[in-house]
Every structure is written in C-alpha cells, then in structure tokens.
C-alpha cells in the first residue's frame, strides 16, 4: 500500500514556493505582533514564541500551496492484494460424428453417440471446470469454446447430431483443433477427452504429429474407442491402422491413457476413472492492485489550511501589516 502519483513531474512546482517565501516574507518596518495586554509580558520574554506566531500563517498558506502542487500530480492510494481464483481443469471433447455412431452396440435402442452424449453428460454433473466441444467426422468443427456455463455445455453436447459434418473420421484435425482450443487456457491442468468408435482416415496431418503439438501446449489426450474389438480389425484390415494403436500413440505421446468402451457401464467406468485422472479444481492466488483517487481529499486539505492561515491572521496572534 501506498501513495502513487500520476504525473509527477508536476512537483517541480514545489520549488515555487521558497521563492514566494522569500518575497512575502516581513520586512523589518512591515509590521508588527501585537497581543492582549494580559499576555505583553508574556510575550516579551519568549521572542521564538513571536517569531512562531508571526510565521505561522504564511506557512499553512505554503502548504495549502504545497496541496494544490500535489493536487495537479493526480495522487492515487494504491493497494495490493491477493485474491484466490478456482481454476478448474480445462476440458474439451471431441466428439466423433461419423455414419458409424449409428451402431446400436453400446446398449439397448442406443446408439453410440446417444450413449457418448449420455455419458458426457452425467461426467459434467460432477465436475466445475471450463469446458469446450470439438465435433468431427471427416472434418472438424468447434461447437462451444472454453465455457464454464454447465447449462450452455449440456445444451451443446444434448444438440450433436449425426449428418452434420461430411464423413469420415479425422483424428488428427480433432485433435488439433482440441489443441488450438486449449492452447491459451489459463488451467494448469488440460485435457482432451477424444470419444471415437473408427481409425482415422483422412490424408494429411497425421494424429501423432496433432498429438505432439497438443502435448507442446500441456494438453493430455484420453482417447476413448467405442464398440467391440471387431471395428477394429476391420480398420486395420482396411489398409490403415487401426483405431487402437492411433489412439494409444495419441495418448502416449501426450501422457494421457486409452481406453475401449463396449458398452454404457463401461463408458461410465471409464469416465470414473477420467475423473480421477483429470485432478480436482486446483487454487490459484492473483495478485491484483486496486488504485484510488485522492485529489479530492489533497485539494480539501488545501483548503483547510487555507482558511486556517486566512483565521490565525485575523486573530489577536495575526500580524498587522
């Protein structure tokens, strides 16, 4: 805490004021101190006390000089202090919307996306984090920026719907526009929740050079693989790799975890164990300055000492030019 002031140089001023001294200072014949009679003797024998007397209003008339020089400098009361903010974890999801999550393998008359939505919604239940929402196919789309308004997250995460990107499954674009996403989040702790049930096949960026960027921002990847073990032989078989060495050399790059999910009580199992994973909201002091204006009060002074040289002047204890 302090006293801090705007423009300072405006203190230069101050150098005035001994010169305004010396010009109004008495003469030899200028005046003289006059007191009640009861007080004559008194005075006489203490000449500093006189002297005092005599000085007096020209000094409360220097300072309230003095407070107006300060006033121009804009004077500011300057204090610091610690505020704790509850960062959270930042969290995005990508969300594979390919023709495949159709497939009603994770439970009875639900289909994979239903049962990744479901899930995802119940994991935001839990947790007060910033969350975003990446959907993909065979081309990626970011749904909802960095958010902590649970009702907005859940809202976007309930409206996917399949159809609404062309098909596909491109892993590394997920995972790079999930990276761009969590790049500038102030969260120590990121992640990257990657739901997906097929081996990316889209040409270009390859999912391990996505995921070493990711990993170059802090972000972790847990990877999710939805349906049986058979979508993934059919991939490997496709000419491609298939979904699980993809995905675990995602997450491995990244220190994240791979996970497969063949059904809703595995996918809660699995989110459980993201939850753990992910930490808890972690505590962060800022440390934050808060400024205010003091002019009003300086130039209140001024006046005060103003008006007490003007009434010690008027006094019996004034001096008489």
């Not at 300057?78 to 919307?97: H, K, M, P, S, W």
């Not at 975003?132 to 749904?143: K, N, V």
């Not at 989040?185 to 081996?199: N, R």
């Not at 991939?235 to 791979?258: F, H, M």
Request: charge should be neutral.
């Amino acid at each position: 805490m302090g006293i801090e002031l705007a423009r300072p140089l405006w203190l230069l001023l101050l150098g005035v004021i001994p010169l305004w001294w010396w010009w109004v200072r008495p003469k030899e014949d200028w005046g003289l101190l006059v007191a009640g009679a009861e007080d004559s003797g008194t005075l006489a024998l203490r000449r500093w006390l006189g002297t005092a007397l005599e000085a007096a209003p020209r000094a409360l008339r220097a300072g309230a000089i003095a407070c107006l020089v300060l006033a121009l400098c804009h004077p500011q009361w300057i204090r610091t202090y610690q505020e704790r903010i509850n960062e959270g974890v930042g969290i995005a999801f990508a969300i594979d919307l390919s023709t495949s999550m159709r497939a009603q393998d994770m439970a009875q008359g639900t289909n994979r996306l239903q049962a990744a939505k479901a899930t995802i919604l119940r994991f935001l239940g839990k947790r007060n984090d910033e969350v975003g929402l990446i959907a993909f196919a065979g081309e990626s789309l970011t749904r909802l920026p960095l958010t902590r308004d649970r009702y907005v997250a859940e809202s976007t995460v309930a409206a996917l719907e399949l159809g609404l990107l062309t098909d596909g499954t491109d892993i590394a674009g997920a995972i790079a526009a999930a990276g761009g996403l969590l790049r500038d989040a102030p969260q120590h702790s990121k992640v990257l929740i990657l739901v997906t049930d097929g081996a990316h096949n889209k040409a270009g960026l390859e999912p391990a050079r996505a995921a070493a960027a990711a990993a170059a921002y802090g972000v972790r990847i847990y990877a999710i693989a939805l349906g049986s073990e058979k979508g993934s032989e059919e991939s490997a078989g496709a000419g491609g790799p298939d979904i699980e060495t993809v995905l675990t050399q995602a997450a491995r790059i990244t220190g994240g975890k791979y996970f497969r999910a063949t059904d809703v009580a595995a996918l809660d199992r699995i989110y459980a164990e993201i939850d753990d994973l992910a930490g808890a909201s972690s505590v962060r002091r800022v440390e934050r300055t808060a400024s205010v204006p003091i002019t009003p009060w300086v130039l209140s002074a001024s006046l005060l000492l103003w008006l007490a040289g003007l009434a010690l002047r008027a006094s019996r204890w004034g001096v008489i030019p």
